[in-house]
C-alpha cells in the first residue's frame, strides 16, 4: 500500500489548473466537432501528461488507467484514475463551468479523492475514513429529511443519445423528480456536482448510464461527507455501475423511491 503526500498532490493540481485556466482565457469558442476534439485531445492531454509524469516520479508503484480497465485490473493493485477537464465541452465552448478531478483506487475502491474548481480556486478532496474537506475545511451533507421541495442536479454521460434505454430512463426520471422538487439542475461537471452534494450545497444528484470514470471519486468524497452513494435501484455503486444516485441519508432514501417508482418503456 503506497502512502501518499496528499497536500503535495493537491498543490500539483492547482499548478496544472492555473496553466488550464491561463488557456481558457486566451482560447475563443469551439463550435465545429472535429476542432473541438482536436482541440481537446491537444489541451486535456498535455494536462493529462504532466499529471501522469509527475505523479509516476513521485509513485512509481501506483499505476495509470488509461481508457477501459480490464475486470481484474479493477479488482487488484492501486492506480490513478484522471479526468483533467470534467466539462470538457464548457471549456472548449468558453463556459468558465469545469473542473478537474483525480482518483486514487486500491483494491477497486477510491480511497483518495480530489476534485478542483480551478476557475474558482475552490479544492474538495477526501481520504477513506478520514472525512472530506473543502479548501482544507471539514465538510458534511446537508441536513434535508427528503427530497421534497430540495434542490437537486442530474446529468448525462458522454454521448447518452447512443444508448436509448439511458434516454428514456433520464427523461422519465426528470419527468417525475420535476413534480416533487424545488429546481433540477444541470450544473455541467459531474464530479462538481458529486462534490456539492458533499458540502451541502445540492441536496442530491441522480444519472443514468454509465460514467464511473467522472463519478468515482465524487462517491467517496459524499460517503465520507456522511452521505449516500448506491445506484438507482439501491444496490452499491463501482467504477462500471449503469446509475448513480447520491444525497443525504434521508433524501437519498425518498429519491430511490421515486426514481424506482418511475416506469421506463
Known amino acids: 500500500m503506497t502512502a501518499i503526500d496528499t497536500e503535495a498532490v493537491l498543490e500539483l493540481l492547482r499548478e496544472v489548473g492555473a496553466g488550464l485556466c491561463e488557456t481558457f482565457w486566451q482560447s475563443a469558442p469551439v463550435a465545429d466537432v472535429d476542432e473541438m476534439w482536436r482541440a481537446?485531445?491537444?489541451?486535456?492531454?498535455?494536462?493529462?501528461?504532466?499529471?501522469?509524469?509527475?505523479?509516476?516520479?513521485?509513485?512509481?508503484?501506483?499505476?495509470?488507467?488509461?481508457?477501459?480497465?480490464?475486470?481484474?485490473?479493477?479488482?487488484?493493485?492501486?492506480?490513478?484514475?484522471c479526468d483533467a477537464i470534467d466539462g470538457a465541452v464548457q471549456f472548449l465552448r468558453a463556459i468558465p463551468n469545469w473542473c478537474m478531478s483525480l482518483t486514487l483506487m486500491r483494491e477497486g475502491v477510491p480511497v483518495f479523492s480530489a476534485i478542483y474548481d480551478a476557475m474558482h480556486d475552490e479544492m474538495f478532496h477526501a481520504l477513506w475514513g478520514h472525512g472530506a474537506w473543502y479548501n482544507g475545511k471539514p465538510v458534511r451533507v446537508n441536513a434535508r429529511a427528503d427530497h421534497y421541495q430540495a434542490m437537486v442536479a442530474s446529468s448525462q454521460p458522454t454521448f447518452a443519445s447512443r444508448h436509448g434505454q439511458v434516454v428514456q430512463q433520464a427523461g422519465a426520471a426528470l419527468s417525475a423528480m420535476l413534480s416533487d422538487v424545488a429546481a433540477v439542475r444541470n450544473l455541467g461537471p459531474t464530479s462538481l456536482q458529486l462534490a456539492y452534494v458533499a458540502c451541502g450545497r445540492l441536496d442530491g444528484f441522480w444519472q443514468y448510464g454509465e460514467d464511473g470514470y467522472n463519478c468515482i471519486g465524487g462517491t467517496l468524497l459524499v460517503r465520507e461527507a456522511g452521505g449516500v452513494a448506491t445506484q438507482a435501484d439501491g444496490q452499491p455503486y463501482h467504477l462500471h455501475a449503469a446509475s448513480i444516485v447520491v444525497a443525504p441519508p434521508g433524501v437519498h432514501a425518498s429519491m430511490l423511491q421515486r426514481l424506482q417508482q418511475v416506469p421506463v418503456a
Open 40 to 81: 481537446f485531445h491537444r489541451i486535456d492531454g498535455d494536462a493529462s501528461a504532466l499529471l501522469r509524469r509527475e505523479l509516476s516520479a513521485r509513485y512509481p508503484a501506483i499505476a495509470w488507467a488509461d481508457g477501459e480497465l480490464s475486470e481484474a485490473h479493477a479488482r487488484a493493485g492501486e492506480y490513478w484514475i
